[in-house]
């Protein structure tokens, strides 16, 4: 016997999982929850090609959602609209040591630890 509470208005569960932002690749989801855990929120990864990876995820992995509690969600909201100002603002750049590509969030090379340099010559 099967008992569906379709009648029912939908009640939120503040700890179901809500999708707050599309990572372009794994490398900004890795920074987007990172940024997230320093103001205390749990986040999740979530990408096609995760299914039944394990672990690391791999920088190249493109469209990787990002998913908060429900409970948190306006505020992972309000870190995002600030992540999403400073990307804008700040172009991604290139190391002059070892010319990997970095995220503009980054303030070091994330290959070799070298610090940004705005100085222009
Ligand atoms: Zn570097």
Known sequence: MQNNNLNQPAKQDPFAWVKVFQAENGLEA??????L????IESQLQGELLQG???EI???QTGVDILVYALKERQAQEILLNYRQLKQSAPDWVCP??????GATFEICW??????NDESE
């Open 53 to 55: 990876a394990l672990g």
């Open 30 to 35: 890795n920074i987007i929850k990172g940024l």
């Open 37 to 40: 855990k320093s103001k205390g």
């Open 97 to 102: 040591k070892c010319h990997e590509l970095n």
């Open 111 to 116: 290959s070799c630890g070298t610090v940004k």
């Open 58 to 60: 791999p920088f190249e």
